[in-house]
């Protein structure tokens, strides 16, 4: 029999490696590198075509297809993607210029295959063959048997598409949020914030053309921009330190030009921001928030006139109604109400009738919605990787597309095309800092938020959101693992790895759990109450955590092998067992000390006038914590019987994990995110 391959799921080139399923980009040494769609869509495309001189040209029509696209845009692209893969045009390793003609890719690419079970006795007897024979008989009906079955499961179960592959709408870096397609389906205008830049700016370019024209910007915060129908005037919130509030400008389209900025409506004592959409080309809808108390509330509001209406009084349970699109052609107007507690409502207006009817709960805070080709339809996200269309009458709801990424604020771009946006606001990173050498090294780096990292020699254990939803993950070289599979958001920190690094604790939505590298898992506390702060204590044969029972906190050890002998040492609040496994350092909630308690003696110490609130462990004759200052954090250590204190690093988060074997402290770091406007076909 031939090998059965694995059609190229996996591709190795140089250095890297290209999962082809997951659109994943690996580095053999530093891990998953963060990919843009537009960059993986070219490296595909090389590595389809090796060898192979591809024209500026035939790589337009292979990306963009029929849209109109320079030549410097294909050179923008490629350097991007050169970047990325640390190649030179003038010295290149995988993509090479040929004069006059194109580009090349020149790597050697292997794709990883099955590796068939090989006999040990290579004697082949009549025998065999018959058994061979019979097993290849036995395979075809139960295939033939499970095809059926699938068939039948089929027929009874609902049908499901096929993850989208969706398509650049925009292709500049950074976040790219509130799209709008202006009435003529000729352009959309939309906010950017690159990654280099705290401030925002309004950009509008032809769908199907790579120009960008800016039109405003603010230093401070997103500008909400909104063209009326005519396209002669745009709208958009702006805060910056003089200004606070809706402006309009006049604007010309036809030669990419605006006007200054008119202001309509000033910010109030705390206004946050204001957001709003054309009924005409004199009359908007607004999402106004007047305070921080009141919810935000919809007015209608003449531009010429400069006179307001309510139209919506939401309660003051939430943020109130926030999101708003506006169908002329229905004359209706479609709002989200956030009501608190992490849930959301999609609202209906009816401007004629002037009635309010609420058409769906949401079990999360949706960005925005839109209106589909009927006025019956509203497309809105139904799951993190999911945009279904629901009839505002009978309330029937259908899945339109899913996709691999994380997806939202879905948006009619074409009559069959659905835009959206892809990707995260914010994205962390995380890092390990080496104590002796003072140096700071990233251990995973990605587009996802992989944070509350902790290690052990070449092990890793960190979580992430790239699979969707928070999991544990493990790094070891440039291998991940996903060990959890939760279906549920649960918050989870505190990560610890055993001194075997076999086993991984950590809290699970109050709840202590252990699992080994398999992802079995081992002990969980998940009896109701609440459970903090747990460690390996291995010398001791025991883990040892916080836990809040009968009004005050506790420190209490559990001994491993059955996990069901429990011993409670003292009250406190935080605890980690030193390195000799001879004594335990903690803290008391209500208590300005760090104290030491001796495991053979039973007693306790106060050490050092010690008030963190945040992150603290004990390593050699020093405690390491996080310090807050007035504008920034800390990372510090302080020597136990000097009281001499030193400032190691700044840190924007609060937690971090402490590997004593090599002086090892493992933690994350912020970062601004990517969010791409794409679309799929309906």
């Excluded at 009927?374 to 009978?394: G, P, T």
Aim: hydrophobic content about 35%.
């Amino acid at each position: 029999m031939e090998e059965k391959e694995q059609n190229d799921i996996k591709v190795t080139f140089g250095d890297f490696v290209l999962n082809r399923e997951s659109s994943k980009l690996f580095h053999m040494e530093n891990g998953e590198i963060s990919i843009s769609p537009r960059e993986y869509d070219l490296l595909c495309l090389f590595l389809d075509h090796q060898n192979r001189v591809l024209s500026k040209e035939s790589i337009k029509e292979a990306i963009w297809g029929k849209r109109v696209v320079s030549d410097a845009n294909v050179i923008q692209n490629l350097a991007k993607l050169r970047s990325l893969l640390g190649d030179s045009a003038k010295d290149p390793t995988y993509i090479k210029t040929v004069i006059g003609e194109g580009f090349i890719f020149i790597a050697n690419t292997e794709a990883y295959t099955w590796q068939p079970t090989s006999n040990s006795d290579n004697t082949q007897t009549t025998n065999n063959l018959s058994a061979v024979s019979n097993a290849r008989w036995i395979i075809a009906v139960s295939l033939l048997f499970v095809i059926v079955i699938l068939l039948i499961l089929q027929n009874k179960s609902p049908k499901t598409s096929n993850p989208s592959i969706p398509e650049s709408v925009t292709t500049m870096t950074g976040i790219e949020m509130y799209p709008q397609v202006t009435s003529d389906g000729k352009y959309i205008v939309f906010n950017n914030r690159e990654n280099s830049d705290k401030s925002w700016n309004v950009y509008v370019k032809p769908i199907n053309n790579e120009s960008y024209y800016p039109l405003a910007n603010t230093a401070n915060d997103e500008m909400f921009p909104s063209i009326s129908p005519d396209g002669r005037s745009l709208i958009f919130y702006m805060l910056g330190e003089d200004t606070c509030g809706l402006y309009l400008k006049e604007l010309s389209l036809r030669h990419m030009t605006v006007s200054k900025p008119m202001l309509l409506i000033a910010c109030e004592k705390s206004t946050s921001v204001i957001k709003s959409v054309w009924i005409d080309n004199e009359n908007i809808l607004l999402s106004l928030k007047a305070n921080n108390a009141a919810p935000a509330a919809i007015f209608k509001f003449n531009v010429k006139e400069k006179q307001r209406s309510v139209i919506t009084k939401p309660p003051i349970n939430g943020y109130g109604d926030y999101s708003l699109s506006y169908s002329d052609k229905f004359n209706k107007l479609a709002y989200l109400r956030d009501i608190g507690l992490s849930s959301s409502e999609i609202w209906i207006y009816d401007l004629i009738e002037e009635s309010h009817t609420m058409i769906r709960k949401n079990t999360k805070p949706l960005v925005s919605i839109d209106w589909g080709l009927s006025d019956e339809e509203i497309y809105f996200q139904s799951s993190s990787k999911a945009i279904s269309k629901i009839n505002i009458n009978s309330k029937e709801e259908a899945i339109v597309v899913t996709f691999h990424r994380d997806v939202s604020s879905p948006f009619l771009l074409e009559k069959n095309k659905l835009g959206i946006l892809i990707g995260s606001y914010q994205a962390k990173d995380s890092y390990v800092y080496d104590i002796n050498k003072n140096v700071t090294t990233t251990v995973v780096n990605s587009s996802y938020s992989d944070y509350s990292p902790t290690g052990n020699m070449d092990l890793i254990a960190f979580v992430s959101n790239r699979s969707g939803k928070p999991q544990v993950w493990i790094k070891r070289g440039n291998e991940m693992t996903r060990l959890t599979n939760y279906v549920d958001n649960y918050e989870i920190e505190e990560l610890s790895i055993s001194a075997d690094s076999n086993k991984i604790i950590f809290v699970k939505n109050n709840s202590v759990n252990i699992i080994n590298l398999d992802g079995d898992l081992i002990y969980s506390s998940d009896d109701g109450e609440v459970y903090a702060y747990p460690s390996f204590d291995e010398i001791n044969n025991r883990v040892i955590y916080s836990v809040h029972r009968n009004g005050k906190w506790v420190i209490e050890a559990r001994y491993m092998g059955t996990f069901e002998v429990t011993e409670t040492l003292m009250d406190g609040y935080k605890a980690k067992p030193c390195q000799s496994g001879e004594c335990i350092f903690f803290t008391r909630e209500n208590s300005n000390y760090l104290y030491e308690y001796k495991n053979s003696a039973k007693h306790e110490t106060p050490l050092l006038k010690f008030a963190p609130k945040n992150s603290w462990d004990v390593f050699e004759d020093d405690i390491y914590f996080v310090e807050n200052n007035v504008k920034q954090r800390s990372l510090v250590k302080v020597n136990l019987h000097s009281g001499a204190k030193v400032k190691l690093y700044l840190t924007n988060v609060g937690s971090f994990s402490l590997e004593k074997n090599r002086g090892m402290i493992y933690s994350h770091k912020g970062k601004l995110g990517e969010i791409d406007i794409m679309s799929t076909n309906l």
